[in-house]
């Protein structure tokens, strides 16, 4: 006996083998997220007026089969490998037997039979059934035996087998015993001829049974579990943004699985509004747009480093009113609740922008807040009230430090370093010009290149992870994966690429990446020819920009940040304002470093008025 402390169950450690001998039953409990995922989406639903019974939908859901047949299955359960979208493209499934069939057929052995089954399922290949009293057995899966049932089946028609028996039979030819084998073939043909058979042809059907017996699968257990993936694809196809929504609400801690969900949101149409603490929960959540269409509400509690449970209080000191400004705010939260790390990550995150849209300032007085939030609860605690607070309504201004924002580009990368990925904007989209000049592919794009035959590509992209490892060879290879306003792609460095681009590879670079692409087994493998440095690769593209400037006091920064940047093949032009209509271009004299990096210092330049790339 074994006593498991977290359960006041004994557990008796008994092999499995033994259970039946001994008279017990084994059974498995199986425990699946998605059926949270689920249940997740009809509670959501019904926030919204919606009513959904999942055990009494129709099975045959055109918009669902339509969604399965194009491969568009991110989120659908069972189904979201490569290989199974591959399987449902051929398939085109149209009934509800045929997702049966895929979970049952999609495994070593028993998936060389897809083809034959999608061939003969469109009519390109006649079914065969060996004998007519096999047709109404296998017509549903068109002659081909893919479940444990249908070998019981057989044996108990053809050869009048009892269904206790017919399950010995599948037994003996799952375990392969050669004895009993032996035996059970005695009796299939025995039994077969007195049924008028031939026992040449009964002895070719025993043969297609044990071939088959071998890797069939259970349909009552392929069909439970076809019903669980045709629920979650109706989910998906008649209400996206709610299923997409709790596929993230049960990923909350998963970064990497965040970032595939947004990009499938965005493929798929569905905008995912920032983190605010005024409209978010602590999980995630739907609501209306001003547009009338649905958004998903990104998480508070899906912000690193934040906690749910903190979250969740902000959440119910906030109510049902919205906080008005940062005093307000400081007055009404539980400082026990909130440190400075979390404040400063929710700032980074952009989930304060609705009470102060400078993130640099309000990051740098977030001990400032706090400290209000600690003074104000202490006055609630003591029932003291603040001088003129309850007679004049007056309230104390909350002093922030005077400064800048930051960059447009650093500031979408502390909100990146607190989501964990590019959620609002991407660090590409100030490169948009030069990635034209420069001819790149869009990461979202490189699996259909491949597939029109292109064999190298340029990719451009925010590193956002690698690992690396060592080979049998003892040389070093990495993966690295790079990510655009589309997606991301995983890039393979070897040895010789990988030690002259290192140095590149940081956290958060943007890179330009020279790749090769080959179709590796299921997967597509995109191997790095060369890696760049992006704002090189786009100064050595022929850049130009044209500065308008509304004060010539802004002239000596400018060379100063020019100088700064090096030379380079860009050119720069200055468009002074002269305070009339007529305006007079100067080309400045040499070549210089012009980068959507140079762009975004100039804007912040005092007297530059506007920053035009070329």
């Given at each position: 006996?074994?006593?498991?402390?977290?359960?006041?169950?004994?557990?008796?450690?008994?092999?499995?083998?033994?259970?039946?001998?001994?008279?017990?039953?084994?059974?498995?409990?199986?425990?699946?997220?998605?059926?949270?995922?689920l249940?997740?989406?009809?509670?959501?639903?019904?926030?919204?007026?919606?009513?959904?019974?999942?055990?009494?939908?129709?099975?045959?859901?055109?918009?669902?089969?339509?969604?399965?047949?194009?491969?568009?299955?991110?989120?659908?359960?069972?189904?979201?490998?490569?290989?199974?979208?591959?399987?449902?493209?051929?398939m085109?499934?149209?009934?509800?037997?045929?997702?049966?069939?895929?979970?049952?057929?999609?495994?070593?052995?028993?998936?060389?039979?897809?083809?034959?089954?999608?061939?003969?399922?469109?009519?390109?290949?006649?079914?065969?059934?060996?004998?007519?009293?096999?047709?109404?057995?296998?017509?549903?899966?068109?002659?081909?035996?893919?479940?444990?049932?249908?070998?019981?089946?057989?044996?108990?028609?053809?050869?009048?087998?009892?269904?206790?028996?017919?399950?010995?039979?599948?037994?003996?030819?799952?375990?392969?015993?050669?004895?009993?084998?032996?035996?059970?073939?005695?009796?299939?043909?025995?039994?077969?001829?007195?049924?008028?058979?031939?026992?040449?042809?009964?002895?070719?059907?025993?043969?297609?049974?044990?071939?088959?017996?071998?890797?069939?699968?259970?349909?009552?257990?392929?069909?439970?579990?076809?019903?669980?993936?045709?629920?979650?694809?109706?989910?998906?196809?008649?209400?996206?943004?709610?299923?997409?929504?709790?596929?993230?609400?049960?990923?909350?801690?998963?970064?990497?699985?965040l970032?595939?969900?947004?990009?499938?949101?965005?493929?798929?149409?569905?905008?995912i509004?920032?983190?605010?603490?005024?409209?978010?929960?602590?999980?995630?959540?739907?609501?209306?747009t001003?547009?009338?269409?649905?958004?998903?509400?990104?998480?508070?509690?899906?912000?690193?480093?934040?906690?749910?449970?903190?979250?969740?209080?902000?959440?119910?000191?906030?109510?049902?009113?919205?906080?008005?400004?940062?005093v307000?705010?400081?007055?009404?939260?539980?400082?026990?609740?909130?440190?400075?790390?979390?404040?400063?990550?929710?700032?980074?995150?952009?989930?304060?922008?609705?009470?102060?849209?400078?993130r640099?300032?309000?990051?740098?007085?977030?001990?400032?807040?706090?400290?209000?939030a600690?003074?104000?609860?202490?006055?609630?605690?003591?029932g003291?009230?603040?001088?003129?607070?309850?007679?004049?309504?007056?309230?104390?201004?909350?002093?922030?430090?005077?400064?800048?924002?930051?960059?447009?580009?650093?500031?979408?990368?502390?909100?990146?370093?607190?989501?964990?990925?590019?959620?609002?904007?991407?660090?590409?989209?100030?490169?948009?010009?030069?990635?034209?000049?420069?001819g790149?592919?869009?990461?979202?794009?490189?699996?259909?290149?491949?597939?029109?035959?292109v064999?190298?590509?340029?990719?451009?992209?925010?590193?956002?992870?690698?690992?690396?490892?060592?080979?049998?060879?003892?040389?070093?290879?990495?993966?690295?994966r790079?990510?655009?306003?589309?997606?991301?792609?995983?890039?393979?460095?070897?040895?010789e690429?990988?030690?002259?681009s290192?140095d590149?590879?940081?956290?958060?670079?943007?890179?330009?990446?020279?790749?090769?692409?080959?179709?590796?087994?299921?997967?597509?493998?995109?191997?790095?020819?060369?890696?760049a440095g992006?704002?090189?690769?786009?100064?050595?593209?022929?850049?130009?920009?044209?500065?308008?400037?509304?004060?010539?006091?802004?002239?000596?920064?400018?060379?100063?940040?020019?100088?700064?940047?090096?030379?380079?093949?860009?050119?720069?032009?200055?468009v002074?304002?002269?305070?009339?209509?007529?305006?007079?271009?100067?080309?400045?004299?040499?070549?210089?470093?012009?980068?959507?990096?140079?762009?975004?210092?100039?804007?912040v330049?005092?007297?530059?008025?506007?920053?035009?790339?070329?």
């Amino acid at each position: 006996l074994y006593r498991d402390p977290k359960s006041d169950m004994p557990v008796t450690q008994f092999n499995m083998k033994w259970v039946e001998p001994a008279g017990l039953v084994k059974f498995d409990f199986l425990g699946l997220k998605t059926l949270t995922v689920l249940d997740v989406a009809v509670k959501l639903l019904r926030q919204r007026g919606v009513e959904v019974d999942l055990p009494t939908l129709p099975l045959d859901d055109a918009a669902s089969y339509q969604m399965l047949a194009r491969g568009d299955v991110v989120g659908v359960f069972q189904v979201e490998s490569q290989g199974m979208r591959r399987a449902l493209v051929d398939m085109r499934p149209d009934r509800f037997e045929d997702i049966i069939a895929l979970v049952a057929l999609y495994r070593p052995g028993p998936m060389a039979n897809i083809p034959t089954y999608c061939a003969r399922k469109h009519g390109d290949e006649e079914p065969e059934y060996l004998h007519p009293m096999l047709e109404p057995i296998l017509k549903e899966t068109f002659g081909v035996i893919i479940y444990q049932e249908q070998v019981m089946q057989i044996a108990q028609v053809m050869s009048g087998y009892s269904l206790g028996d017919a399950d010995l039979l599948r037994r003996a030819m799952g375990k392969k015993i050669r004895a009993e084998m032996e035996a059970q073939r005695e009796t299939f043909v025995a039994g077969a001829t007195a049924r008028g058979i031939a026992k040449a042809k009964a002895t070719e059907v025993f043969e297609l049974m044990a071939k088959f017996a071998d890797y069939g699968f259970n349909k009552s257990h392929a069909a439970a579990y076809a019903l669980v993936a045709y629920q979650t694809a109706w989910m998906k196809a008649n209400h996206a943004e709610v299923f997409i929504a709790a596929c993230m609400s049960l990923a909350l801690g998963n970064t990497d699985r965040l970032a595939s969900l947004r990009e499938e949101a965005s493929r798929s149409g569905i905008r995912i509004l920032p983190p605010d603490i005024n409209h978010s929960g602590a999980d995630f959540s739907v609501e209306r747009t001003q547009e009338g269409g649905l958004a998903i509400r990104y998480a508070l509690a899906a912000v690193k480093k934040v906690g749910f449970a903190a979250m969740q209080a902000l959440v119910e000191a906030r109510g049902d009113q919205t906080f008005v400004d940062l005093v307000d705010f400081s007055a009404r939260v539980d400082p026990r609740q909130l440190n400075r790390m979390q404040l400063e990550n929710l700032v980074r995150a952009g989930a304060f922008d609705a009470l102060e849209g400078n993130r640099a300032r309000l990051f740098a007085g977030a001990e400032a807040i706090l400290r209000r939030a600690q003074a104000t609860a202490e006055e609630k605690e003591s029932g003291q009230i603040a001088l003129f607070g309850a007679t004049q309504g007056t309230r104390e201004t909350l002093r922030l430090p005077d400064m800048p924002d930051w960059p447009p580009i650093e500031r979408l990368g502390f909100e990146a370093e607190a989501i964990g990925f590019h959620l609002t904007a991407h660090p590409l989209d100030v490169y948009a010009k030069a990635l034209r000049r420069l001819g790149t592919t869009a990461c979202a794009l490189v699996e259909s290149v491949a597939q029109a035959g292109v064999t190298r590509v340029r990719l451009a992209g925010t590193v956002a992870a690698q690992k690396e490892r060592v080979t049998r060879t003892g040389n070093r290879m990495a993966w690295v994966r790079i990510t655009d306003a589309s997606g991301s792609c995983e890039v393979t460095l070897f040895a010789e690429v990988l030690s002259r681009s290192r140095d590149l590879l940081a956290s958060g670079s943007n890179v330009l990446v020279t790749a090769d692409l080959r179709q590796d087994g299921e997967a597509l493998r995109v191997t790095a020819q060369d890696v760049a440095g992006l704002d090189q690769a786009a100064s050595n593209a022929g850049a130009a920009m044209r500065i308008w400037l509304r004060e010539t006091a802004s002239v000596p920064h400018i060379r100063e940040l020019l100088g700064r940047e090096g030379s380079g093949k860009g050119r720069v032009i200055l468009v002074p304002r002269l305070g009339t209509t007529q305006t007079v271009e100067i080309a400045l004299p040499g070549g210089f470093n012009v980068t959507p990096r140079l762009a975004q210092a100039l804007k912040v330049i005092p007297g530059v008025e506007q920053v035009e790339e070329l």
